[in-house]
């Protein structure tokens, strides 16, 4: 007779943390509901619910706030603060998400080499072999961890615990110009199922560490988001996602094949995707069976614990307290003045100064490092803070803080000039006008399409064109076609038509030149230039020459409907009153989390 014993596992994961580490907003030099800090109690309750438990990491954790700004002008060998705090926690281990990349390899080397658990990533190689098992890992592609686990009769039992993690295999694109071929990937859900298969031999449980979304199988998203198949993997029992800033178990998951959201399971896998920059956290209990043929796994279900508020001081606050102190006072130097507030709460509707500096900054810093470039020269950018999950830039007129660069730039992107035809640019406006909703007569309907976030709206010097709200846009959210003709007309170029032979020398981001957004026709192609420093610490050097004697150059695109259309145009509570447009505008309906602005064409 078979001796069956009984436990529980329950996996707690962060992910896409951003380098939130304090519940703090520097931005806006105030305290938040977010944040690794405000997690602690969460994971503390976590961890006290049960007898067995792992706390992991997904990925993206080492870039994004200002604190990572703050970080890289410390000397090299000052422990990185976030690894501190997952040191601090006791985190089990942790994959390699994306933006660790951001800094370099050496960067992620320094971080990561302190840390006190295992760090993975199998998809990201030196040297390509037969099979992902046979290649040359540049980072450890899994670990084997043994835990001895409680069981619920009062015994114990060694239980040997496989982990293996992935990011998307687009960072070859959106890395190009930091790793100079220096690297090989691998589709994620190939290295996660060689891997997992080969863990299964000599594990119990498989754990995949998946930074990576969630999206259908046949989604032209699929390569950046494998998730699901990554779920469908027979040797794998359970999967921390991410990268996408989405949650799961949510109610927007439904159409997902193989879902359970009462469960939190995809696939009959349990799977959770928390909250990005520490607004919740992912919960995974799996219930195992040990005998005489070993360990089973008997169920798992998914859930997320989100932050409602934050507690007093917790077992962090000696650790963060020089980091918090060091990085309000980095913020807070003064680098200049503006003569206008810099907002983008209008951004998606109407030219703003705030994306018209951006403009003149990348145009001025181009100017000034390669005045050679061939002509004729324009500026593309969005506003890369307009809504939703990515908040708002707000800088007041007057004196500026070094906090307003980051407002403005949050991404540590490096400016890219590439070389594109007239029909390049006639698809990069068609992409760019996906981010409108279709309006049709019986509004009002909300302006703005969900799916497509503002920082993928980009805007051009010296370019103006119209939107024709009532056509289905030429490209989905992928950069797939969508078999419709498209929106946009009267592409002109200091007024002069825009032809497909024209050419032009074109100032983006490191982003948005990999083809990041679905911009597909401007993947792939050799730039002409890359700047070696990231934008954001360009943009402290234009605040301190004088924003008031610069030129901010003209931007400006036309939105159409038939005559007596209305829609809603979102935006946040705090936004000032509507700026003067060719839009006749006026108060809608009260909403409780945003402003709503009716338009009226």
Request: some cysteine; aromatic content about 8%; overall charge negative.
């Amino acid at each position: 007779m078979t001796d069956t014993r009984t436990a529980t596992l329950r996996l707690i994961s962060t992910t896409d943390l951003h380098m939130s580490l304090c519940a703090f907003d520097f931005h806006q030099d105030r305290p938040q509901t977010e944040g690794l800090e405000a997690l602690v109690p969460l994971i503390e309750a976590a961890r006290a619910e049960v007898a067995n438990s792992l706390l992991m990491d997904n990925g993206d954790a080492i870039q994004g706030t200002p604190i990572a700004q703050w970080v890289e002008t410390q000397p090299d060998d000052t422990p990185h603060p976030m690894i501190v705090a997952f040191n601090a926690l006791g985190y089990d281990a942790a994959p390699l998400g994306n933006h660790e990349f951001d800094f370099g390899l050496d960067a992620v080397a320094r971080a990561y080499g302190q840390a006190r658990f295992p760090v993975v990533c199998a998809n990201i190689v030196r040297e390509m072999g037969s099979a992902p098992t046979d290649d040359t890992p540049y980072f450890p592609p899994v670990a084997r961890l043994e835990r001895q686990i409680a069981m619920a009769d009062g015994s114990a039992e060694r239980l040997r615990i496989g982990i293996v993690g992935v990011m998307p295999p687009r960072v070859r694109f959106w890395h190009r110009h930091t790793f100079d071929g220096a690297f090989h990937v691998r589709p994620a859900e190939e290295a996660a199922a060689a891997w997992a298969r080969d863990l299964s031999r000599d594990c119990d449980l498989v754990i995949a560490l998946a930074h990576t979304g969630l999206v259908p199988p046949d989604d032209p998203h699929r390569e950046e988001q494998a998730a699901v198949r990554i779920a469908e993997i027979p040797e794998v029992d359970a999967v921390i996602a991410g990268h996408q800033h989405y949650a799961f178990p949510g109610e927007g998951w439904r159409d997902l094949p193989g879902i359970d959201l009462d469960r939190g399971c995809i696939a009959g896998t349990p799977l959770v995707m928390a909250r990005s920059h520490g607004r919740s956290l992912g919960i995974i209990d799996l219930a195992l069976a040990h005998s005489d043929r070993g360990w089973e796994v008997q169920d798992g279900t998914g859930q997320l614990r989100n932050v409602v508020e934050t507690s007093g001081p917790g077992p962090l606050e000696r650790a963060l307290a020089p980091v918090r102190a060091g990085t309000r006072s980095f913020m807070a130097e003064t680098i200049g003045t503006t003569p206008v507030p810099l907002r983008t709460h209008y951004a998606s509707l109407v030219p703003t100064p705030a994306v018209r500096f951006l403009h003149a900054a990348q145009l001025a810093v181009v100017r000034e490092v390669r005045p050679d470039l061939p002509g004729p020269l324009l500026s593309a950018t969005s506003a890369f803070k307009s809504g939703r999950s990515s908040g708002y830039t707000s800088v007041d007129a007057g004196q500026v803080a070094r906090r307003a660069c980051s407002d403005l730039c949050p991404f540590e992107n490096h400016i890219v000039v590439l070389s594109v035809s007239g029909s390049d640019l006639m698809e990069w406006v068609e992409q760019s006008a996906a981010h409108y909703a279709v309006v049709k007569d019986e509004g009002p309907l909300l302006l703005l399409d969900a799916d497509v976030p503002g920082f993928n709206f980009d805007t051009f010097t010296d370019l103006t064109f119209t939107i024709d709200l009532t056509r289905r846009p030429k490209f989905g959210t992928a950069g797939e076609l969508t078999g419709a003709e498209g929106r946009v007309r009267d592409i002109r170029f200091r007024g002069a038509p825009v032809t497909p032979e024209m050419t032009f020398t074109a100032i983006t981001n490191s982003y948005r030149a990999a083809g990041g957004g679905g911009f597909r026709m401007l993947a792939g192609r050799d730039p002409l230039w890359i700047a070696a420093a990231p934008f954001s610490a360009r943009l402290a050097q234009l605040f301190g020459a004088g924003l008031a004697d610069m030129d901010l150059p003209d931007v400006d695109w036309t939105l159409t409907a038939p005559t007596g259309t209305r829609a809603l145009f979102e935006t946040g509570l705090k936004a000032d009153a509507p700026p003067p447009s060719r839009y006749r505008l006026g108060a809608g309906p009260a909403a409780e989390d945003r402003k709503l602005i009716e338009i009226l064409f």
